[in-house]
């Protein structure tokens, strides 16, 4: 499957055939464009190494920040001034972009330093990503965990040259940059050096080695070169006083001749870094290039193996496989990495953010990764006891709150989803202290006192992170605790208003009232009552999703606020452009119109996703976008905490996911290739292991031991689903 990835799908504004039907309706009020980056990446690894431009939000390609409408170009076309590591995924205005450590091959004075070349002839492909500069370097960058691995081929100049630029961070626009506020680097001995920067009061190590050993190895500060010099240390970094400083290898290169970095990062000190270069690259010899790419392409394959679909076609096979690919790309698992407290044990930053990832990306890994999934459960678990709450993102920085405004308890969502799961490994005692005090943070005191908060989807928030911690109360045995959360989980009723069906008035973060008022909560047949029965709810949810209404136009480049204000008050669903309602089409399941959930993601999945550069209808945030294509396309969808699988028509004849209790085949009969334009199928039966399945669910457990589930599909909608309604706990 590695060979049907392409990560240059997102790279670009959202280029997709026009939409038709339910999608013409649809409105997309965030950047059109998929925010990803083609860099060489390995699955859940700390590293990842792409050119860079300084454009948003990756480093690479052609835009400038944009929050809203279609992307505005800073770049004619593709350009990078040389290679750095760390990138976001897919993600918006994260305000933390790395891009450390800038690696520029040259055969340019280092005046030029800085200089953005044309890039020509990319190539990339999962752990590999490769570009020529116009200077006729050809530059191929690879990763391990904790490594990246950079060979750069020269034409035959005189002084050709690799530069690394300590001093450079974050991207070239205007409060993009990051200035390190202390470094030091050091030239340990020929081809070897290592140094350190603090940058965001986090210390990022570097242990580098060069295999260009006849060429010069010097210090630089300001373009200047130190001959002799073999220390740079500066202890109080400001903007104003900050020049560029780094290190420089140097001499004359033959035609086709090949020079290797490597680098190991840590962020605890040199010598864990040279012991992470050492375990990800070996030790001895010059050449590591070739071994680590091909270990990591190893990876990658035995992970892009878990799921195998029957694609109709290249294309389909290429959208499903990079969206997998780009699923499992963050956050980012840094065992024994943490810098801010001495414990040993599980690390993670790249958490951008909780609220983009919890409802899709979260089960996937979860689903094909469980081991990952406990070690990211405990690194939450240490971030709270050390930090003091929850994170909702948490980047390579301390302070994990600074997300907070988009949602709360979603770290509860996913630990009840591994204790249901009863998955080994978390301390279950442990976990019920934290997840029960970080309840009354933030927004929480709010909810206690008062029985709402606002925003007012942290009131929806906070009463479902109750009724997850209720299950980890359960699985620990304090009833006392149990019957408390399952009365403050009933306080969602106090987030809508009786006579609309909807939310109340307040602010929305990136949506509107419509947007939020359509989630999967933990009781859906109370909230289906409150809105005045199960028709009353589908027509809400029919207006929600466009059913006769007329194609919309979607914001264009630098919208204004007229324009983005009228778009908000159709109050209709954001197209997958968007988290906010991204479960919303599997509310029909709960008023027993699961055709109509049929409709909707059929029409998502074949018009809001394709190949190429602008293969994406909005930000692939982390990946959480992605992973809502893979699983909306197998026929299935995770209710994010509560154990639960609803099943709908797959978008392939057949799929084989390798779960831990065994691979779970998906099966259908009666299936119709779907494309663009075309109509929806519907589920007309469905047997699990032979036997007839009413429901139109599964259980976590039902799903992670495999088995064989066979769906039948037709053109038209049938019974199945109409009298059965996935699990409701009713308020009290």
Same mark, same amino acid.
């Given at each position: 499957?590695?060979?049907?990835?392409?990560?240059?799908?997102?790279?670009?504004?959202?280029?997709?055939?026009?939409?038709?039907?339910?999608?013409?309706?649809?409105?997309?009020?965030?950047?059109?464009?998929?925010?990803?980056?083609?860099?060489?990446?390995?699955?859940?690894?700390?590293?990842?190494?792409?050119?860079?431009?300084?454009?948003?939000?990756?480093?690479?390609?052609?835009?400038?920040?944009?929050?809203?409408?279609?992307?505005?170009?800073?770049?004619?076309?593709?350009?990078?001034?040389?290679?750095?590591?760390?990138?976001?995924?897919?993600?918006?205005?994260?305000?933390?972009?790395?891009?450390?450590?800038?690696?520029?091959?040259?055969?340019?004075?280092?005046?030029?330093?800085?200089?953005?070349?044309?890039?020509?002839?990319?190539?990339?492909?999962?752990?590999?990503?490769?570009?020529?500069?116009?200077?006729?370097?050809?530059?191929?960058?690879?990763?391990?965990?904790?490594?990246?691995?950079?060979?750069?081929?020269?034409?035959?100049?005189?002084?050709?040259?690799?530069?690394?630029?300590?001093?450079?961070?974050?991207?070239?626009?205007?409060?993009?940059?990051?200035?390190?506020?202390?470094?030091?680097?050091?030239?340990?001995?020929?081809?070897?050096?290592?140094?350190?920067?603090?940058?965001?009061?986090?210390?990022?190590?570097?242990?580098?080695?060069?295999?260009?050993?006849?060429?010069?190895?010097?210090?630089?500060?300001? &373009? &200047?070169?130190?001959?002799?010099?073999?220390?740079?240390?500066?202890?109080?970094?400001?903007?104003?006083?900050?020049?560029?400083?780094?290190?420089?290898?140097?001499?004359?290169?033959?035609?086709?001749?090949?020079?290797?970095?490597?680098?190991?990062?840590?962020? =605890?000190?040199?010598?864990?870094?040279?012991?992470?270069?050492?375990?990800?690259?070996?030790?001895?010899?010059?050449?590591?290039?070739?071994?680590?790419?091909? &270990?990591?392409?190893?990876?990658? =394959?035995?992970?892009?193996?878990?799921?195998?679909?029957?694609?109709?076609?290249?294309?389909?096979?290429?959208?499903?496989?990079?969206?997998?690919?780009?699923?499992?790309?963050?956050?980012?698992?840094?065992?024994?990495?943490?810098?801010?407290?001495?414990?040993?044990?599980?690390?993670?930053?790249?958490?951008?953010?909780?609220?983009?990832?919890?409802?899709?990306?979260?089960?996937?890994?979860?689903?094909?990764?469980?081991?990952?999934?406990?070690?990211?459960?405990?690194?939450?678990?240490?971030?709270?006891?050390?930090?003091?709450?929850?994170?909702?993102?948490?980047?390579?920085?301390?302070?994990?709150? =600074?997300?907070? *405004?988009?949602?709360?308890?979603?770290?509860?969502?996913?630990?009840?989803?591994?204790?249901?799961?009863?998955?080994?490994?978390?301390?279950?005692?442990?976990?019920?202290?934290?997840?029960?005090?970080?309840? =009354?943070?933030?927004?929480?005191?709010?909810?206690?006192?008062?029985?709402?908060?606002?925003?007012?989807?942290?009131?929806?928030?906070?009463?479902?992170?109750?009724?997850?911690?209720?299950?980890?109360?359960?699985?620990?045995?304090? *009833?006392?605790?149990?019957?408390?959360?399952?009365?403050?989980?009933?306080?969602?009723?106090?987030?809508?208003?009786? /006579?609309?069906?909807?939310?109340?008035?307040?602010?929305?973060?990136?949506?509107?009232?419509?947007?939020?008022?359509?989630?999967?909560?933990?009781?859906? &047949?109370?909230?289906?009552?409150?809105?005045?029965?199960?028709?009353?709810?589908?027509?809400?949810?029919?207006?929600?999703?466009?059913?006769? +209404?007329?194609?919309?136009?979607?914001?264009?480049?630098?919208?204004?606020?007229?324009?983005?204000?009228?778009?908000?008050?159709?109050?209709?669903?954001?197209?997958?452009?968007?988290?906010?309602?991204?479960?919303?089409?599997?509310?029909?399941?709960?008023?027993? *119109?699961?055709?109509?959930?049929?409709?909707?993601?059929?029409?998502?999945?074949?018009?809001?996703?394709?190949?190429?550069?602008?293969?994406?209808?909005?930000?692939?945030?982390?990946?959480?976008?992605?992973?809502?294509?893979?699983?909306?396309?197998?026929?299935?969808?995770?209710?994010?905490?509560?154990?639960?699988?609803?099943?709908?028509?797959?978008?392939?004849?057949?799929?084989?996911?390798?779960?831990?209790?065994?691979?779970? +085949?998906?099966?259908?009969?009666?299936?119709?290739?779907?494309?663009?334009?075309?109509?929806?199928?519907?589920?007309?039966?469905?047997?699990?292991?032979?036997?007839?399945?009413?429901?139109?669910?599964?259980?976590?457990? /039902?799903?992670? *031991?495999?088995?064989?589930?066979?769906?039948?599909?037709?053109?038209?909608?049938?019974?199945?689903?109409?009298?059965?309604?996935?699990?409701?706990?009713?308020?009290?």
């Amino acid at each position: 499957m590695i060979g049907r990835v392409d990560p240059f799908i997102g790279t670009e504004a959202t280029d997709l055939p026009p939409r038709s039907g339910l999608a013409a309706t649809w409105w997309w009020p965030k950047p059109q464009v998929g925010n990803t980056h083609p860099g060489a990446t390995y699955p859940l690894g700390m590293v990842s190494a792409c050119a860079y431009s300084g454009a948003y939000p990756t480093g690479y390609g052609r835009y400038d920040l944009g929050t809203e409408g279609l992307p505005v170009p800073i770049h004619e076309r593709a350009v990078a001034s040389g290679f750095t590591h760390f990138q976001q995924s897919g993600t918006g205005a994260i305000r933390k972009y790395y891009n450390y450590f800038r690696v520029t091959p040259m055969i340019e004075p280092l005046d030029e330093l800085g200089r953005q070349w044309e890039i020509v002839d990319e190539t990339a492909e999962p752990g590999y990503y490769g570009a020529t500069l116009e200077n006729g370097i050809r530059a191929e960058l690879t990763v391990g965990p904790k490594s990246a691995v950079h060979r750069y081929t020269f034409p035959r100049h005189r002084n050709a040259r690799v530069v690394i630029d300590f001093s450079l961070g974050g991207l070239g626009i205007p409060y993009g940059e990051t200035i390190p506020l202390r470094a030091k680097l050091e030239s340990i001995g020929p081809g070897i050096a290592q140094g350190e920067i603090v940058v965001e009061g986090t210390p990022l190590a570097v242990y580098i080695e060069c295999d260009a050993s006849s060429w010069r190895q010097m210090l630089w500060y300001d &373009r &200047r070169l130190m001959p002799g010099g073999t220390r740079l240390a500066f202890d109080h970094i400001r903007p104003t006083t900050l020049r560029p400083f780094g290190l420089m290898w140097a001499g004359p290169s033959e035609p086709g001749q090949s020079v290797e970095v490597r680098i190991g990062f840590s962020l =605890r000190g040199v010598e864990q870094a040279k012991a992470n270069l050492r375990a990800d690259c070996g030790d001895g010899g010059h050449s590591r290039f070739a071994s680590r790419r091909e &270990r990591t392409r190893k990876t990658w =394959r035995r992970q892009l193996k878990t799921i195998a679909v029957d694609a109709a076609s290249a294309e389909r096979d290429t959208v499903f496989t990079t969206a997998l690919y780009h699923s499992l790309i963050k956050p980012c698992l840094a065992p024994e990495e943490s810098p801010f407290w001495p414990t040993e044990g599980p690390f993670v930053f790249d958490l951008s953010t909780m609220w983009d990832i919890y409802r899709t990306q979260l089960p996937l890994i979860t689903a094909l990764m469980p081991e990952r999934a406990v070690e990211l459960g405990t690194a939450l678990l240490t971030i709270c006891e050390e930090e003091g709450n929850f994170p909702i993102g948490y980047r390579m920085a301390r302070g994990s709150d =600074r997300f907070s *405004r988009q949602g709360s308890a979603l770290a509860q969502t996913f630990l009840a989803d591994l204790c249901q799961l009863e998955l080994p490994g978390v301390d279950w005692d442990w976990a019920l202290v934290h997840m029960h005090t970080d309840l =009354r943070r933030t927004y929480g005191e709010d909810f206690l006192l008062r029985g709402h908060a606002h925003p007012i989807s942290h009131t929806l928030d906070l009463a479902f992170g109750y009724w997850c911690t209720a299950k980890v109360a359960e699985r620990v045995g304090d *009833r006392a605790l149990v019957e408390q959360f399952r009365g403050l989980s009933s306080r969602w009723r106090n987030a809508f208003d009786p /006579e609309t069906g909807l939310l109340v008035d307040s602010t929305f973060y990136e949506g509107s009232r419509h947007n939020y008022s359509f989630r999967l909560l933990h009781d859906m &047949r109370g909230r289906i009552d409150l809105a005045g029965g199960d028709d009353r709810f589908v027509a809400m949810l029919d207006a929600f999703f466009g059913y006769g +209404a007329e194609p919309v136009r979607q914001p264009g480049l630098q919208p204004g606020l007229e324009e983005m204000t009228a778009g908000y008050a159709l109050g209709r669903f954001e197209g997958m452009n968007n988290e906010p309602d991204m479960d919303a089409p599997w509310a029909y399941h709960y008023a027993g *119109r699961p055709d109509r959930t049929a409709e909707v993601v059929h029409a998502a999945v074949q018009q809001q996703f394709g190949t190429g550069r602008g293969g994406l209808p909005g930000n692939d945030d982390s990946g959480g976008l992605s992973s809502w294509y893979v699983w909306a396309s197998l026929g299935l969808f995770p209710v994010a905490g509560q154990n639960l699988f609803l099943v709908n028509a797959p978008a392939h004849a057949e799929s084989r996911i390798a779960m831990s209790g065994g691979d779970l +085949a998906i099966e259908t009969k009666g299936f119709v290739e779907p494309h663009h334009d075309g109509p929806a199928q519907y589920v007309q039966s469905v047997t699990l292991n032979g036997d007839p399945l009413e429901r139109t669910w599964l259980r976590g457990d /039902e799903v992670h *031991r495999g088995g064989r589930l066979l769906i039948e599909l037709g053109p038209e909608p049938g019974a199945w689903g109409a009298n059965a309604r996935p699990p409701s706990t009713p308020s009290g």
